[in-house]
């Protein structure tokens, strides 16, 4: 305890004369317990920023200390007995200083920014009865000290970012009322025995921690307990009993749990007494059996909530006997049979909500009665029978899913009379008729969504469908059978998120006011219809959009590039149109771009070489279009191979058979040239096995040789499939315009059914592989689909079978035997023993320094998941290296 003479110098250096104390007693004017508590609310005040100056301003030596702002003194003594600053922007720590107010009885600072620790020394306030800390930062376990406030009555630290496991020391505040200590990030059990000695605990809120274990069975025994709230942690195992016979309980609270499971006290009544609740939440968890009969004589029941759990057995009738009810949540829980009509009886209900649950039956026309209700949710069900006209009466109701079930004929055109409608989807039905309803809607003015997808809708979309409300944000009229044309008067809804209108029958054009007034669209899908024409320039005033979806219609012309104005678009599909012209070089700078999909147009001419502004592109499919790739990449990529393969070659073997070169014989003669069936018969010995040099998706490749002695590559397409027929032309161009030294050149076709290439020994298998490899960056768009590394994956294969002699498809590979398996389980002690027979063994020791890189960037190119192979700039940095390690160590031998 400080001196009076030294309090009187803090004050003095505090800039406060010693006025500011008003006591009377002794020879100095101030005592020294009121010098002390002044001291400490100085001290405290000196740990805050206090932004606001709200303290600074206050807090002054020219009143007494028990005037400032906050502070409260007893009457018969100059003694701090309450801080009460809440709500003010304080900003700092919690002084410890704060624990020698030693007759401070209340401490209020919620919501005033404070972070840091809870002191330990507030653990001395022996006088304290009221601990408010809500709605902060602080952190750091919860001291254990604080046990020690034995008189505490009131303890509130809710939404703080306190960690760590609850004080078992907690057991001591034996007069506590009030316990808070939700929105922290507490962990482990809840203390067996933290309740034994709070008979006077009426509040118990521990919501949104991590608390684990199970629920203490001591809860069940707090008689005076009014308001207990568990919700969103991590309890598990059944809840006590005793909790579910609680004569004073009001409010339970055990959503969001997950594991809690088992019965709710068994099946009597006698295991249930809860005489005085009014809201039980015990939704998202496990539990199980029949809702308790014993819930009956909950006469003041107004909010029941069971969502997301097992229960099983028939909608109880006894609830419509309940008069109090405002909300029964029953819905995704395995209840059987149909709704009682008894809940028409419920003429306070606000909510109801019994969707997937498996019910079945009618809807029962006796829930006219609830006449004030809000919300009706009764979708993912199995009800029959036509569609309830009822609702259209119920002039209160606001949000309406009858979605997924089995209702039949038509909506009455009378649905939105009231008015009242913000959400209506009727949605995965079987209704039928057209969709004048629509009209009547036109009535609800704050209505946000609507969807009538996946029924069987007859006839146009009404223009007055545009004079439905400004706040339409949805409109999902998919899988139905409306005709006629997109009316212009959709693009009223100005304020529309999602519009989608696939799969229908729509003959129309994209009007091109639906570009340049609904400037907030995020999703449009007007898919798999008859839309024709171009898509409109103005698609580049969608800033918003995300998602494009116009397949599988009869769109023609060219892309417009203003879509590469689109930066937030995410998924783009224009398949299965009659789109031509070249593809915007912007469509490949949409950086947020997931999905592209254009294939099967007519679109032509080069994909750009650089996409590498797509940074999150997962699939691009450009096939069946009249596209050609050749990128940087793969011809350097493949040059590196190449050389590196042949100077192996060289050194290990040094004399090869001679064959007649291309230029020997003249290879102008045979630009253009179409040879007959009959030339390529003869070249190849009538296709014989014998010359058989690989196989293909669609096709095999043979060597061949000319009657002018010219050894030729054969790769004849097998036309019974399809894809085989559709590719032939795409291909040809592709190829034709393929021009690299490292890449095999093609000479000329055989009708419409081979292709025919320049052949040499010295690459007949790197002739095979490339045909059987480099067709997927070939093909980008022809018939193949790609992500960012499917070039890598081929590229590994190649190498593995252009090393092994081993073809992915060899009959070796059985069950789950793989080519790479077989590499890696060689790699890298065994490599001597895959190595390609026909490959000439080198007599020294570089030929074994040479193949463990190599098939090491083989393994790792090919591994199953994408993001885990190398990228092909590691790729070309490796290969040029052992290229470089190759050629020095040749020429020192």
Known sequence: MATPIATLLLLLALGLPPSSVSASTGSSGITRSAAADVAALLAFKAQLSDPLGILHANWTGNTSFCSWLG?????HRM????????????????SPHLGNLSFLSMLNLTRTDLRGSIPPELGGLRRHRFLALGNNTLSGAIPSTLGNLTRLEFMDLWQNNFSGQIPQELQNLRNLKHLDLHKNYLTGPIPDDLFDNSSFLTSLNFANNSLSGAIPHSIGYLSMLQLLVLQFNH???????????????RYMYLLGNYDLNGTISGSSNNSFSLPMLEVLSLGENSFSGEIPLGLSQCRYLRALSLTINLFEGPVPAWLGEMPNLLLIFLDHNKFVGPIPGALGNLTNLLSLDLSSCNLTGQIPPELSGVTQINELYLHDNQFTGCFPAFVANLSQLSHLALANNMLTRVVPTSLGNAGAFVVLSVAGNQLHGNINFLAALSNCRQLSALSVSSNHFTGGIPEYVGNLSSQLQYFLATQNMLTGVIPGALSNLSNHNVLDLSENRLRSRIPESMMTMMNKLVTLDLSTNGIFGPIPDQISMQSNLQALVLDSNSLTQAIPSGIGNLTKLQYLNISLNNMSSTIPASVFQLENLLTLDLSQNSLEGEIPTDVSQLKQVGAIDLSANLLFLLPTVIIVVGAVILGLYMMIRKNVKKQEQRVISPDNVGIGTLNHRIFSYHEIIRATDNFSDANLLGSGSFGKVYKGQLSNGMVIAIKGLNMQLE???????????????????????????????????????SFTTIANSLLLYFKIPLEYGSVGRASRRSDTFSYGIMLLELFTGKKPTDPMFVGELTLRKWVHQAFPTNLIGIVDDQLPQDSNNSWNDFLEPIFKIGLLCSYDMPEQRMTMTDVVVRLTKIKKDYIACTETV
């Open 235 to 249: 309890f598990s195992s059944p809840v006590p009993p005793s909790i579910f016979n609680m004569s004073s309980l």
């Open 79 to 94: 003694r701090v007995t309450a801080l009460v600053l809440n709500d003010v922007s304080l900003h700092g720590i919690i």
């Open 71 to 75: 502070v409260s003194c007893s009457h």
């Open 723 to 761: 894809q085989a027929v559709k590719s032939f032309d795409s291909e040809c161009r592709v190829l034709r315009m393929a021009r690299h030294r490292n890449l095999i050149r093609v000479l000329s076709t055989c009708t419409s059914t081979c292709f025919i290439y320049y052949f040499s020994t």
